[in-house]
């Protein structure tokens, strides 16, 4: 068992030092943490548990621009509304970049490249490879499996 209490993964080498949802991180001194476990501290060389995942590139994922939320919402104060006053609609009285087919992002292109990412929404600059919404967008389009430990 392993000491988060999950189950080992098949693979001997897999640990929580090469696992995508380890992170180091605080509060406090930074330290190796496992998000999906609550940020609980783990070590290095711990072998991985069943849920270990190799590292995503964003680009090869997109579910926090696609399908695993339904708006993407523009403060008054996002660069994005500034110089693409023409893209910002208003949907149920809050500012959003439209959705198309699928429930993707409209400025998301099939490459996964974004085409407003200098100037995106701040929702969108605080979403971060590996964080915990990372895990939600995964988890909700299928792509990570979900945890209880």
């Known amino acids: ?35 999906p476990a609550g940020n609980k501290r783990v070590q290095k060389d711990w072998k991985g548990c069943s849920f270990w995942q190799e590292h995503v590139d964003c680009l090869d994922c997109a579910a926090c621009c696609g399908p695993a939320f339904d708006a993407v919402e523009v403060s008054q104060r ?17 500012l959003c970049v439209p959705r198309r087919e699928g429930n993707f ?20 600059r605080d979403f971060t490879r590996a964080s915990g919404n990372c895990l939600f967008a995964r988890q909700r389009v299928g792509l990570s499996g979900f945890w209880n430990p």
Do not use: A
């Open 1 to 35: 068992m392993h000491p988060l209490g999950l189950e080992y993964s098949d693979e001997s080498n897999h640990t929580c030092g090469n696992c995508f949802w380890s992170n180091m991180s605080g509060p406090g001194p930074k330290v190796l943490r496992c998000v």
């Open 78 to 94: 996002d660069p994005v509304r500034k110089k693409f006053p023409d893209l910002i609609i208003r949907n149920q009285g809050r």
């Open 105 to 124: 992002c409209s400025q998301l292109q099939e490459n996964n490249h974004c085409t407003i990412y200098p100037d995106r929404p701040r929702c969108c």
